[in-house]
């Protein structure tokens, strides 16, 4: 069956370092892969895309890779700040164009 | 633009009893969503309507749980009758015309924290 794994547990990591976050996926093949940020109370919110053709995309303290043979896609924010502290997750889009949601990591952000 | 409208923020039922979620999508996108999110199992996709109509019920659990969506404004998800293990928060999302062609850009709402006692 479909499976989209990110990190349960939170990380944890200074301000102004790099926070990295990963999403793998098995028996999928996905046009696009996404991701959101979601705060305690809110809903998702999108933050970037990467389509299957692409390997990496950027948006200001953002950076998306896709590595469609290793199935994963990392998720990255350089120059963290505490305002960075929440949920992140990744969203896999195929054919049916319905996104599937992977269960999401914590990011805080210490100062 | 609002955004996502739902409503209630907040629902406490007692077990048994029938129980009406609504959302407003935004003006203009043709695409609705029902997602449900636990602990346990993350955002689950309910259900998908396009252009009004149901496109993939796939995700509704069973018979007690029906979704409608009577025009381009409005849609609303009911649990008759509820049961504890409902408990969770639903949320509504929708995207506009020609997201396919951008990878389906959801935009949700701030969802309605359901509890059955």
């Known amino acids: 069956s479909q499976k989209i794994e990110q990190n349960s547990e939170a990380l944890n990591i200074q301000e102004g370092k790099t926070a990295t976050l990963t999403c793998n996926y098995t028996?999928?093949?996905?046009?696009?892969l996404q991701w959101y940020r979601q705060d305690p109370g809110r809903g998702p919110v999108f933050l970037l895309l990467i389509r299957e053709n692409e390997k990496e995309k950027r948006k200001e303290r953002l950076k998306v890779t896709f590595d469609t043979t290793l199935k994963q896609s990392l998720f990255h924010i350089t120059a963290s700040q505490p305002a960075d502290s929440a949920t992140y997750l990744c969203a896999l889009v195929g054919g049916s164009y319905i996104p599937t949601f992977g269960r999401g990591t914590s990011l805080i952000v210490h100062p | 633009d609002a955004g996502v409208i739902q409503s209630p923020r907040h629902e406490v039922t007692e077990m048994g009893q029938e129980v009406t979620l609504r959302c407003k999508p935004i003006s203009g996108h043709n695409s609705l969503f029902w997602y449900r999110q636990t602990m346990m199992r993350g955002l689950e996709l309910l259900i998908y309507f396009n252009n009004n109509v149901p496109i993939d019920d796939s995700g509704m659990p069973e018979d007690r749980f029906s979704a409608k969506m009577p025009n381009a404004s409005f849609s609303t998800l009911k649990i008759q009758p509820s049961e504890p293990r409902d408990s969770a928060v639903y949320f509504c999302a929708s995207s506009p015309v020609g997201a396919r062609a951008s990878g389906e850009k959801l935009f949700f709402g701030s969802g309605t924290q359901l509890s059955v006692l």
């Open positions: 028996n999928y093949s996905p046009a696009y």
